[in-house]
């Protein structure tokens, strides 16, 4: 006799469920989670950052939820529309279905339906609280007189009635179809890749054109420890990798709204001329750290943080970032005017000051300073490197360039191309370990494998068939019982016993680190095929460890589960990226 695992019985009390058994709705303010069995699990409102109205998922007993569930024995079934970000549960039992429609309106008009609160407009009697009685008082048939209040209120308050709601569903559904095609992605894993389209446009906070981490916080990289943080932040470091995802797909729009609020920031620098790390979605430098200590944790993992204490730490690997970003934008976005050259060029300009300073590593860690040089471009700060000696190079390098391709004065030209040879020589002598044949974590550490360094040439400070690469590359790729980071197809961003990065505990693989690796592989792949063919197998093996709706966390465990915060936009992005790269590598080669 069978028994269906997704048997769930009616009863008063409800454990946690799996973080990747969710799905995600937003209206580009805010987002919820929505679990496999229907339940409202995480929901801040009005905004990304706002306090949560229900977070069960942080705390089965006091954490709070809405759901709408069946009173007999049902199984589940979960899914997206059709190229839309509108959500369906189906309950299912011999006696018959239900289906549950959960979806965040994302046209101004009814923005208060879910994570918006309406005004306090003041109404005749008739139109505030419309009732049976009151239509009989009027003679007139209820309907009509709940029509009739309607028109009475201001178009941002309507009456919620059964015609409103379908409208605003099929409104809000044509807005997702219409919005995923003006995709011009015509590679391989398409569904995938409009998937993770469609979960990223979820991230952004239209007002001001930010891009979240991920929309929830205190979700633990591994369950029961202590690496639970808050991401509902922006992070100068996922800039250019987001705007790459974008705009290969040709979502201009978000990708100039993306450029317009990182300007900003570049216009806002500290008086040192530096740049935070992260900013929050109203481009804010405070975002205090605090932890909720009445919620238990998810399956007890504490502390439940939230904020980000990270906020104001040196990690100059951001520098790189950002320039590749802007690099980016000005070659396929708007073009960049002169007081932001200036301003761009004041910042090359601040690290040359600082490259040889000590820094934190690019994840929220607490650490001691020293000069961890992998650049670990990318997303969140959840990688562990630090001063970024390689993507400081590349920085000045990008400073470069985009100088000479928009014929841009640069009064200090001589001494950016002093400093990136300096790093470019530092690196090569400091951070590779000869006897090892590959480079290290840091300066200081060269021992120590770090798998962002799978960057390298995706930022072109090296090419794919460096045999100091490749050694490096290949030396990830083992098991960690030979040495390696990889374990099932998967990578570890670096072994926790050997690298101290003062938080302490364990946490599962990473996805980014997994998807830059195969992005690497891919490129390598150009002069070494079977490398190419490991990449696409890797690729599509992780595609496995998607959830049910192709959604992705921040890590996987060893046992396949989904670990930290979701959705995760890092993995999302690098997801875009690898798979628009090995489409290119397959056309390349016809493959």
């Known amino acids: ?85 509108v959500l369906q549960t189906k309950f299912l039992n011999e006696r018959g279905v239900a289906t549950v429609t959960d979806n965040q309106v994302a046209t101004q008009r009814a923005l208060f339906l879910l994570g918006w609160t309406p005004p306090n407009h003041k109404y005749p009697d008739a139109a505030a609280r419309p009732s049976e009685a009151r239509a009989q008082e009027l003679g007139v048939p209820f309907d009509k007189l709940v029509l009739g209040a309607s028109t009475l209120r201001a178009p941002d308050d309507p009456l919620l009635t059964r015609k409103l709601v379908q409208e ?19 590679g391989s894993w398409k569904e995938a890749v409009h998937r993770s389209a469609l979960a990223l446009k979820l991230l952004i906070y239209e007002p001001t054109g930010a891009v979240v981490a991920s929309p929830t916080f205190s979700l633990p990289e591994y369950i029961g420890g202590t690496r639970n943080w808050d991401y509902r932040a922006s992070w100068i470091r996922d800039s250019s990798f987001t705007l790459y995802a974008l705009i290969r797909l040709g979502f201009t729009y978000e990708a100039n709204a993306y450029m317009d609020f990182i300007f900003e920031r570049i216009k806002d620098r500290n008086p040192d001329g530096s740049l935070n790390i992260m900013y929050t979605i109203h481009g804010e430098k405070i975002f205090p750290e605090e932890e909720l200590t009445h919620l238990d944790g998810h399956q007890g993992s504490r502390p439940v943080r939230i904020g980000n204490g990270a906020i104001d730490h040196i990690q100059l690997d951001i520098y790189g970032e950002l320039m590749d970003c802007i690099y980016l934008g000005q070659k396929f976005g708007k073009p960049l005017g002169y007081d932001t050259w200036v301003s761009v060029r004041e910042l090359v300009d601040y690290v040359l000051k600082v490259y040889n300073d000590p820094d934190l590593y690019v994840y929220q860690l607490h650490l001691v300073p020293g000069m961890y040089w992998t650049k670990n471009l990318l997303y969140f700060t959840f990688i562990n490197l630090g001063g970024a000696r390689e993507q400081e190079a590349f920085h000045v390098f990008q400073g470069l360039r985009l100088a000479d391709k928009r014929s841009l004065p640069c009064p200090r030209r001589n001494q950016w191309l002093e400093a990136r040879d300096d790093l470019y020589e530092q690196i090569m002598h400091k951070a590779w370990n000869a006897e090892k044949g590959f480079f290290g974590q840091s300066y200081e550490d060269k021992h120590v494998l770090d798998s962002s360094l799978m960057i390298m040439p995706l930022v072109f400070f090296s090419t794919p068939a460096d045999p100091r690469f490749l050694g490096t590359l290949k030396q990830i790729l083992k098991t960690p019982d030979r040495g390696g980071l990889t374990s099932n197809g998967l990578v570890y961003r670096y072994d926790v016993t050997k690298s101290d990065d003062g938080v302490g505990g364990e946490e599962g693989t990473f996805c980014l680190c997994t998807l830059w690796c195969i992005e690497a592989l891919a490129r390598a792949g150009e002069y070494e095929k079977p490398m190419l063919a490991k990449a696409i197998a890797m690729f599509e093996d992780f595609l496995q460890y998607t959830n049910h709706l192709g959604l992705c966390t921040e890590e996987i465990s060893e046992a396949g589960d989904g670990l930290g915060n979701a959705v995760q936009g890092f993995t999302h992005v690098t997801l875009i990226s690898a798979a628009y790269n090995l489409s290119r590598m397959q056309k390349k080669f016809r493959i």
């Open 1 to 85: 006799m069978s028994v269906d695992m997704n048997l769930h019985e009616p009863k008063g009390e409800r454990g946690y469920i799996p973080i990747s058994d969710h799905g995600l709705i937003g209206n580009l303010r805010t987002a919820a989670l929505v679990s496999i069995d229907g339940s409202i699990e995480s929901y801040c409102v009005p905004n990304f950052d706002s306090p949560s109205i229900f977070a069960r998922i942080l705390d089965k007993d006091k954490g709070g939820h809405f759901s709408i569930t069946p009173t007999i024995p049902f199984t589940t079934k979960q899914s997206y529309l059709p190229s839309s970000n």
């Open 168 to 186: 605003l569903l099929e409104t809000t559904n044509q807005y997702w179809n219409a919005w995923i095609r003006r995709s011009t992605y015509q």
